[in-house]
Nanobody
Framework: QVQLVESGGGLVQAGGSLRLSCAAS????????MGWFRQAPGKEREFVAA????????YYGDSVKGRFTISRDNAKNTVDLQMKSLKPEDTAVYYC?????????????????WGQGTQVTVSS
């Protein structure tokens, strides 16, 4: 069992930066791939970024490539999402998720555990 708690959301102006953090409970954190997803009102949940168990391999959705960076610290049981050059269309609830199985990193139904989400609002 893994419990995930996101933090760091808030209101930021377009062009600004924000750093989200996800703290995980449990001693098996390093065995999970970790991902960030987001969901805006009236839209489907969208893949943002993912990192494999070791932190060596990272994956990004097309809309955030070059602006967002995912990283993890297995000693601290945390995974962060550094967001730069934020746009109003980045406004959404951001969710942290953990995946035990192999396969696609971008499909939300591959993830086993989810956090409650943190709101990010980017004003124009």
């Amino acid at each position: 069992q893994v419990q995930l708690v996101e933090s760091g959301g808030g209101l930021v102006q377009a062009g600004g930066s924000l750093r989200l953090s996800c703290a995980a409970s449990g001693r098996t954190f390093s065995s999970y791939a970790m991902g960030w997803f987001r969901q805006a009102p009236g839209k489907e949940r969208e893949f943002v970024a993912a990192v494999n168990w070791s932190g060596v391999s990272t994956y990004y959705g097309d809309s955030v490539k070059g602006r967002f960076t995912i990283s993890r610290d297995n000693a601290k049981n945390t995974v962060d999402l550094q967001m730069k050059s934020l746009k109003p269309e980045d406004t959404a609830v951001y969710y942290c998720a953990a995946k035990a199985s192999s396969g696609s990193y971008s499909m939300s139904n591959r993830y086993d555990y989810w956090g409650q989400g943190t709101q990010v609002t980017v004003s124009s």
